[in-house]
C-alpha cells in the first residue's frame, strides 16, 4: 500500500514538494492544505485595477543551474534582464554593489570608505556577528556610509545581534577594486545576479502556477481557504483539522507553514520547545504599490535607501520587468517596509503610513509633488524574513530534534526557519523527495 501525505501549506515549497514526490511509486496521495484562498504564498503576485505587483521584488537568478532551468522550464515565456539596481545617497545614485561604485559619492564620504577600508583596525579579528563582518570585510567607511543604515532599516535588528548567516558569503574587494571603483569606474559586482529572468505575463506567480499545473490530479489536490489549526499523531497515523471543521488522514505530514503556526496546531509541545519557538524573530512586510503619471527613476529595477527619514527601504519599478507590466508613460513601483508586531510602522495608522510613503517619493525625487504619488494598494504580510538573530541556530537545532522524534516533516523559508530563495526551495524539496 502506498503512502497518502499531507502537506500543509501551499506556497512554492509544499507545491514543489508535491511536484517531486509525485513520480515515486510508493506515494498514493498528496492533500495540500493551504491557508489562503489562492496557493503560492509569498510568490503570490496581486492584481489591482489591471496592474501586476508582486510581494516585493522577486526575480529569478541562481547559482544552482538545475533547479534555475527547471524553475524557467515551467514558464510560458520569460523575459531575459540585466540587473540595475541603485543605491540612493543623498539623492546621488550609486550603482549596486556599493562598494564597486564609490566614486559616485561626494568627495568626505569617498575618502572616508577608500581610508578606511585600506587601513583596516578590524580586518584581523574573527567576525561573529553581521556587523563586525562588515566592518572586517569593508571597513568602517563603507559599514558606516551604507551597510550599517541600510541593514539597520531592513532588518530593524541590530546588526551586532545578528549572526554571519546572511553575509559570509558576500565576497571581500581587493585594494584594487576598491581603488579603480574610487577613481571613478565602476565595476560589475555579485556577478551571479547580474543577470535574471521574469515571467512574461502573469508576474512571479507564474512560478508556482507552473508547477501547479504539472501535478498529476489522480495523486495530487490542492485545497484552498483551510487553516491548519490541529496536527495530531496516534501511532502511525495522523488527523490534521483545518479551522472550518475539516479532518484529514495521512501517514505522513510534512509541514511548509511557519514552524510558529504548526507549533500553535500541536498538542502537548513541551514548554522548552515552545519557548524556542517564541524566541524565534522574523520580520513582516507591507508592500504599497503606488503610480505616478511619470518616470523620474530610469531605466532601473531596484533602489536600496538607507536614509532612515525615509520610511521605506527599497523600492523596485514594476515597469523594467517587461512589457506586460508597463502602462504608457507612469510609472508603477513595489515599495518596502519591514515591521514587527507592535513596532511604530506596526501601529500607525494607515492614512499616516500614506503620508510616509508619499513623503519618502518626493524626498527621494520619484515624485515632484506628493498629490502625484497614487496609493493603488497597501497589503501586509506576516512572514516575510527570517532573522538570523544570535540564538537562531541553538533554537532551530532543538525544534527540529522534536519534530524529527514527532515524525513531522519540516520544509519551507518558515517551514524550516531558514532565508531561503526560490532555487533553495526548489533544491530543499527535491532532496527530501529523494531522502523520503
Ligand atoms: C520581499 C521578498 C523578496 C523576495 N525576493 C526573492 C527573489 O528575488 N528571488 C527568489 O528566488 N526568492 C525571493 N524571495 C523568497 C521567496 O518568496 C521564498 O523563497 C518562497 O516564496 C518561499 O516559499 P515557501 O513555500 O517556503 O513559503 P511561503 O511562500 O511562506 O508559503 C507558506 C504557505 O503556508 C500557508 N500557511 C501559513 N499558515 C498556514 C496554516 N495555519 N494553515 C494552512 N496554510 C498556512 C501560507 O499561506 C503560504 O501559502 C523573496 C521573499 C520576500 C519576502
Known amino acids: 500500500?502506498?503512502?497518502?501525505?499531507?502537506?500543509?501549506?501551499?506556497g512554492l515549497s509544499g507545491i514543489s514538494t508535491a511536484y517531486f514526490l509525485q513520480e515515486f511509486d510508493w506515494v498514493e496521495s498528496i492533500a495540500?492544505?493551504?491557508?489562503?484562498?489562492?496557493?503560492?504564498?509569498?510568490?503570490?503576485?496581486?492584481?489591482?485595477?489591471?496592474?501586476?505587483y508582486d510581494i516585493g521584488p522577486h526575480i529569478l537568478f541562481s547559482k544552482d543551474i538545475e533547479m534555475l532551468e527547471l524553475m524557467l522550464s515551467?514558464?510560458?515565456?520569460k523575459n531575459d534582464l540585466k540587473r540595475s539596481n541603485q543605491i540612493l545617497y543623498k539623492k546621488r545614485q550609486i550603482q549596486y554593489p556599493f562598494e564597486n561604485d564609490l566614486s559616485k559619492l561626494p568627495d568626505e564620504e569617498l575618502s572616508y570608505c577608500i581610508n578606511a577600508f585600506n587601513h583596516n583596525p578590524y580586518e584581523e579579528y574573527e567576525a561573529s556577528s553581521m556587523i563586525q563582518f562588515f566592518l572586517k570585510t569593508f571597513g568602517e567607511g563603507i559599514t558606516n556610509t551604507y551597510l550599517r543604515p541600510y541593514n539597520e532599516k531592513i532588518w530593524k535588528y541590530d546588526p551586532a545581534f545578528m549572526n554571519t548567516s546572511m553575509v559570509d558569503r558576500i565576497p571581500k574587494p581587493t585594494q584594487e577594486e576598491i581603488r579603480r571603483s574610487a577613481a571613478g569606474e565602476t565595476i560589475e559586482g555579485y556577478l551571479h545576479q547580474l543577470y535574471f529572468s521574469y515571467p512574461s505575463q502573469g508576474g512571479i506567480e507564474a512560478v508556482p502556477n507552473g508547477f501547479l499545473k504539472r501535478l498529476d490530479p489522480a495523486k495530487c489536490a490542492?485545497?484552498?481557504?483551510?487553516?491548519?489549526?490541529?496536527?495530531?499523531?496516534?501511532?502511525?497515523?495522523?488527523?490534521?483539522?483545518?479551522a472550518d471543521g475539516g479532518a484529514y488522514e495521512a501517514d505522513m505530514v510534512i509541514s511548509t507553514i511557519p514552524i510558529q503556526a504548526l507549533t500553535?496546531?500541536?498538542r502537548d509541545v513541551p514548554e522548552e520547545i515552545r519557548e524556542c519557538v517564541n524566541s524565534l524573530r522574523y520580520n513582516?512586510?507591507?508592500?504599497?504599490?503606488?503610480?505616478?503619471?511619470?518616470?523620474?527613476?530610469?531605466?532601473?529595477?531596484?533602489?536600496?535607501?538607507?536614509?532612515?527619514?525615509v520610511t521605506f527601504h527599497r523600492i523596485s519599478k514594476m515597469d523594467f520587468l517587461g512589457s506586460a507590466y508597463h502602462h504608457g508613460d507612469e510609472a508603477t513601483y513595489m515599495v518596502e517596509v519591514t515591521y514587527r508586531k507592535n513596532d511604530s510602522v506596526d501601529i500607525m495608522t494607515e492614512a499616516k503610513f500614506q503620508e510616509e510613503i508619499r513623503d519618502g517619493m518626493v524626498?527621494?525625487?520619484?515624485?515632484?509633488?506628493?498629490?502625484?504619488?497614487?496609493?493603488?494598494?497597501?497589503?501586509?504580510?506576516?512572514?516575510?524574513?527570517?532573522?538570523?538573530?544570535?540564538?537562531?541556530?541553538?533554537?532551530m537545532v532543538k525544534i527540529r530534534d522534536y519534530y524529527a522524534q514527532q515524525g513531522i516533516i519540516l520544509n519551507g523559508r518558515f517551514g524550516n526557519f531558514e532565508y531561503w530563495n526560490m532555487d533553495r526551495v526548489l533544491r530543499e524539496s527535491y532532496e527530501l523527495s529523494k531522502r523520503l
Open 284 to 309: 513582516s512586510i507591507a508592500i504599497s504599490f503606488v503610480r505616478t503619471p511619470y518616470d523620474l527613476c530610469g531605466e532601473n529595477y531596484a533602489f536600496m535607501i538607507p536614509d532612515k527619514n
Open 74 to 77: 515551467v514558464l510560458e515565456e
Open 1 to 10: 500500500m502506498g503512502k497518502n501525505i499531507i502537506i500543509l501549506g501551499a
Open 264 to 266: 500553535a496546531a500541536s
Open 222 to 242: 490542492v485545497y484552498t481557504g483551510k487553516t491548519v489549526c490541529g496536527v495530531e499523531r496516534i501511532g502511525e497515523e495522523y488527523t490534521v483539522r483545518t
Open 32 to 52: 495540500l492544505l493551504e491557508k489562503e484562498s489562492r496557493p503560492g504564498g509569498l510568490c503570490r503576485t496581486i492584481e489591482k485595477d489591471g496592474y501586476l
Open 363 to 395: 524626498e527621494i525625487g520619484f515624485a515632484r509633488r506628493k498629490e502625484d504619488v497614487d496609493i493603488l494598494d497597501i497589503t501586509k504580510y506576516e512572514y516575510a524574513y527570517v532573522i538570523y538573530d544570535l540564538n537562531h541556530s541553538g533554537n
